[in-house]
């Protein structure tokens, strides 16, 4: 029976990057410690009190048989791959694990080896394993799945501004005269800021949002202006945009004169981009396209919200800097209600650009290229040296695990078998690998049947530590009920194994006697993190637990001395590049990695489904969030559907040049004729030829691995496909 209601603990929802603000309360029942409910955090700066659909079921996710079934309680191992794992103890897991790495290293180079991390895990997590591989194995071979969600962010921001800082935040939304809503279906995506963005419109009916999606979506149907472009052509709208803006003279040349470079050449570009071509090109018209472009330059405040669509994409980091180039030419940056405002995705995947865990980045927003940047991350972290070279991405991580490069792969709370594109690939890499490691607090994934050891991790209302959201927030994550089974917290399963490699590597890189790896708790691995942020643009050495706890979730900087966070960056308009001026960036548009044809005359996109998240390994087991979606389909459109005599609920081929799905249709005004749309969450089981495995391929047996150059992030948003009657 339940007794007493315990006290209410803080922490922060483990889904999207809003990253809201909740209490949850626990109960005893039949004397054990669950999770009762949870609310919104009303003095949560990002939610205010506010919870989605998602949120507000978290403690569900909890309390389910299905949890109690499908959570790793313990670890598991198998000494061959035709073995099913059995029950291991601790220190049998990770003497297995750290032994095969280093034998590996020793053998083969650190290179032989890599880890595919995720948006999920804290910033504590994500620092020591960025540590483990940099630092103590000599590898810069550590990815994340946040590579699928913010790469192009990353770069877009950091190519035209400098460095890699959303300089908004989500009180603009409340001060902005104009949102320009731009690949976010903010609606599904980002649930909570999208209530704020109607409450904004609320209150103040003059608010004008437009949205530009290839989709009718939810969030579209709030616009004021909907530009329902074609699949991919957002450059041409944002250089279209720029002809008229110029033509019109709506720039604002004294701010372009004074804080930037580049317009002279963004201005020849732009101008081969007339309304006429513009509106073609993107399938829209040009009294469309002139609205846009007026309201945008005009508004006393534009704030740009952008996630995936531009993202996603083999023009992506271009798309990136192409709408950054708009905020700055009319001066729509630096300043209240106005900016460039990336939605990052998951949870932390800004916590992990932060501590640099990604295959391209250096600790602190350092870089590889940089060799000061280098030697100072070595002498810090008491390491010989840090390599230059980039590690491999996400994809071509998996491409050298399939072609033998690569031997060994330590996956971190993340579905790769069911998330990457072009699923084929993914599996046949899993399959060839010689060593998989799966650190997970999940059994039931679609990777699980690959690992060779599986290391169970705790998950949310369980773990410590802290997750920055899209806004540079940090906010605490704390643990309300023990973890369960032998779970342990990512952190801690990462240095136990750690320190084993630090004995078994014959060509050690550490400097120092002691470990590189002596932290007992989260706390003394985010002050070692604090330590090497101090003098860079995210400068966190003023702010501690201890405040976070007591005053509340802080935006950075916070550098010592600081009584705050900054709200706001670039408000006196000089920006972190060598001359302290931003930069218009002059690229061309360009079409999809791959067109439709004859052969596959249909494009396909992908995305979230409002009440699922990622592989729905919580969010499928509630059964409630099946109300509003309750099985996969495919979005077409009423003309697609009479033309190939297709019904609603009819099984149909869907096929690509990758492969083949099968899905009931569904007929929707959401997608315009030769278009369609799958969500990303389900996979599709069947058994292999080989060990009896149960591949899951989804949506993503479809769409392809071709990506952004810079950014090396894949177009998920685009594939060429064709549909036949089942
Ligand atoms: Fe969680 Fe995102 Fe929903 Fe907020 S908006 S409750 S962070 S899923």
Redesign the pocket.
């Known amino acids: 029976a339940a007794t007493a209601i315990n006290s209410q603990v803080k922490t922060t929802?483990c889904?999207?990057g809003?990253?809201?603000g909740m209490l949850v309360e626990t109960e005893q029942v039949s004397g054990k410690l669950r999770i009762k409910s949870v609310t919104g955090d009303p003095a949560h700066p990002a939610?205010l009190g506010r919870?989605?659909s998602?949120?507000?079921t978290l403690h569900l996710t909890a309390q389910t048989h299905v949890y109690e079934q499908t959570r790793a309680k313990h670890p598991e191992w198998r000494h061959s791959k035709d073995a099913a794992r059995t029950r291991a103890n601790w220190d049998q897991a990770n003497e297995l694990v750290a032994s095969r790495f280093a034998d590996i290293i020793n053998e083969h180079g650190p290179n032989s080896v890599a880890f595919y991390v995720s948006g999920q895990i804290l910033t504590e997590d994500y620092y020591v394993f960025n540590k483990l591989a940099k630092g103590l194995l000599g590898t810069n071979n550590i990815d994340t799945n946040s590579r699928l969600c913010m790469s192009s962010a990353v770069a877009g921001y950091k190519r035209s501004l400098g460095a890699d800082a959303p300089p908004c935040n989500y009180e603009d939304i409340d001060r902005a005269s104009v949102i320009f809503i731009t690949g976010s279906n903010a609606a599904y995506a980002?649930?909570?800021?999208f209530r704020r963005i109607e409450a904004a419109k609320e209150k103040n009916p003059a608010l004008k949002i437009i949205v530009v999606d290839p989709r009718r979506t939810d969030t579209a149907q709030a616009a004021d202006l909907f530009l329902q472009i074609l699949p991919g052509t957002d450059i041409a709208l944002y250089h279209g945009m720029l002809h008229l803006m110029l033509w019109e003279g709506w720039l604002d040349q004294t701010y372009i004169d004074a804080h930037t470079e580049g317009f002279s050449d963004l201005k020849a570009l732009v101008k081969n981009y007339p309304p006429k071509t513009v509106a073609q090109l993107c399938g829209i018209s040009e009294s469309e396209l002139f609205e846009a472009a007026r309201l945008f330059a005009t508004s006393t405040a534009t704030l740009s919200l952008y996630c995936q669509g531009l993202n996603q994409s083999t023009s992506g980091t271009a798309k990136n800097s192409a709408l950054i180039n708009l905020h700055l030419a009319t001066r729509q940056i630096g300043k209240a209600g106005a900016g460039p405002f990336s939605l990052t995705g998951q949870?932390n995947a800004m916590g992990g650009r932060e501590v640099g865990g990604l295959a391209n980045q250096l600790a602190a927003h350092r870089d590889l290229g940089n060799p000061a940047h280098r030697r100072e991350v070595a002498d810090f972290w008491g390491v010989t040296d840090v390599a230059e070279a980039p590690g491999l991405t996400a994809i071509p991580m998996f491409e050298a695990l399939r072609s033998g490069r690569l031997k060994a792969i330590w996956i971190v709370c993340t579905n790769p078998a069911q998330s990457l594109p072009d699923q084929t690939l993914v599996h046949q890499a899993l399959e060839a690998a010689e060593f998989v490691v799966l650190q997970e607090a999940y059994t039931n994934t679609a990777t699980a049947p690959y690992a060779d050891v599986l290391l169970p991790a705790t998950t949310w209302a369980e773990k410590e530590g802290t997750v920055t959201n899209s806004e540079r927030r940090i906010s605490r994550v704390n643990p309300v009920i023990a973890p369960l089974g032998e779970s342990k917290n990512d952190w801690q399963i990462c240095l136990d194994i750690a320190r084993l490699i630090e004995k078994k590597l014959e060509r050690p890189r550490r400097l120092k006697d002691s470990s590189l790896f002596n932290f007992t708790t989260a706390e003394e691995i985010w002050l070692e993190h604090r330590a090497l942020t101090k003098g860079r643009d995210l400068d966190i050495s003023g702010l501690s637990y201890e405040i976070l706890d007591t005053q509340g979730p802080a935006q950075w900087p916070y550098p010592e001395g600081a009584t705050e966070g900054q709200a706001r960056l670039y408000e006196d308009g000089i920006f972190p590049t060598a001359t302290g001026r931003a930069k218009f960036l002059t690229e061309d548009y360009r079409s999809t990695a791959e067109a439709t044809s004859a052969r596959y005359p249909i494009a396909l996109t992908t995305g979230r489904l409002r009440d699922q998240w990622h592989g729905m390994s919580r969010t499928g087991t509630i059964a409630r969030l099946f109300a509003h979606a309750p099985k996969p389909a495919i979005d077409l459109s009423a003309a697609d559907a009479q033309r190939l005599d297709l019904h609603n609920d009819e099984l149909v081929y869907v096929t690509s040049a990758r492969g083949v799905q099968v899905l009931p249709v569904s007929i929707t005004t959401s997608v315009r004729p030769s278009q369609a749309f799958v969500a990303m969450h389900w996979g599709s089981e069947y058994v292999a030829g080989h060990a009896g495995k149960s591949m899951s391929l989804g949506v993503n047996g479809l769409t392809s691995s071709a990506r952004d150059p810079i950014s090396e992030q894949p177009e998920l948003k685009f594939s060429a496909v064709k549909v036949t009657k089942a």
Request: glycine fraction near 12%; charge should be positive.
């Open positions: 929802c889904y999207c809003v990253g809201c939610n919870l989605c998602k949120g507000a980002h649930p909570v800021l949870p």
